[in-house]
């Protein structure tokens, strides 16, 4: 079925967690990124269109400013964020830039998707930039973000992105193979859901844990963007993109994952 939904699909939005995009020492693992643009670019030569949405600013601002690690201090938080903001799109630009492609940055608020005008000019810029055969590569504005603003977790954004621009696929790349039962990381017994309907049913029969380390989302926010698309009428995939070329092997059905069907 994930195979089947990639290759029907035209419009996909991929979002891509901190834990999937930092290496085990908690910085930036290029060559995760790419391997990344080289399958985009070739879904891209397939006819298809993506957009990204990319957690990561916090882990590139501290493989800059190491001395920050420890501050927790709201100002050195966001200062991180603005420092790793451009750290971040320069490596993802380098990585797609191999493949002879350009990508463009959209940082988004809460605000922007309550405000009619602005959310008319955010789907005017995606088309445009989609159809210029440009990756946008899509962020919350951690720099200015508080609490009234803040949408809060880059799953949402994901998932409020591809209802934005009419996508026909969501895909969520964690440090997680999909959907279990239980929390896999602490019982290796856990069974994994490869298929989700009714995801309020799923809820009531499932341990949901703790967000990781990096993200500020666990699978409880997961389950919230697949819900909301499914509202829409968009399918998504939750799969492990800590796995070797993720996307070539769920297009060709090689790796499992959970695809939430409308």
């Keep these: 079925m994930i195979a089947q939904l990639i290759e029907e ?3 996909i939005v991929i979002k891509i967690g901190s834990n999937t995009l930092a290496g085990k020492d908690g910085k930036i693992n290029f060559n995760f990124l ?3 643009a080289q399958q985009s ?3 891209i030569k397939k006819g298809k269109q993506v957009i990204l949405v990319s957690s990561g600013a916090q882990i590139a601002g501290l493989s800059t400013m190491d001395k920050w690690a420890r501050k927790k201090d709201i100002h050195y938080r ?7 903001q451009v750290e971040l799109m320069d490596a993802w630009r380098r990585a797609f830039s191999r493949f002879n492609l350009h990508i463009a940055q959209i940082l988004l608020t809460r ?10 000019n955010m789907r005017n810029t995606l088309f445009t930039l989609v159809d210029e055969g440009i990756i946008p590569i899509i962020n919350e504005n951690d720099t200015v ?3 009234e603003i803040k949408i809060g977790d880059n799953d ?25 039962d239980k929390n896999p990381k602490d019982d290796p017994q856990a069974k994994l859901l490869e298929e989700v309907r009714d995801i309020e049913e799923v809820r009531k029969n499932i341990i949901i844990g703790e967000s990781n380390s990096f993200g500020t989302g666990g699978i409880a926010t997961k389950l919230d963007a697949a819900a909301l698309v499914q509202s829409y009428g968009i399918p998504a995939i939750l799969a492990d993109g800590s796995k070797p070329r993720c996307i070539e092997a769920l297009a060709a059905g090689n790796q499992k994952g959970t695809v939430f069907l409308i």
């Excluded at 966001?78 to 790793?84: N, P, S, T």
């Design 9 to 11: 699909s035209r419009k």
């Design 156 to 180: 949402t954004l994901a998932a409020r992105s591809a209802i934005l621009w009419s996508a026909d696929l969501l895909i969520l790349l964690s440090d997680i193979g999909g959907l279990y």
């Design 111 to 120: 605000d922007d998707f309550n405000d009619s005008k602005r959310t008319l």
């Design 145 to 147: 973000s508080v609490e």
């Design 78 to 84: 966001q200062a991180l964020c603005a420092v790793g």
């Design 41 to 43: 670019s070739s879904l």
């Design 34 to 36: 790419d391997e990344f």
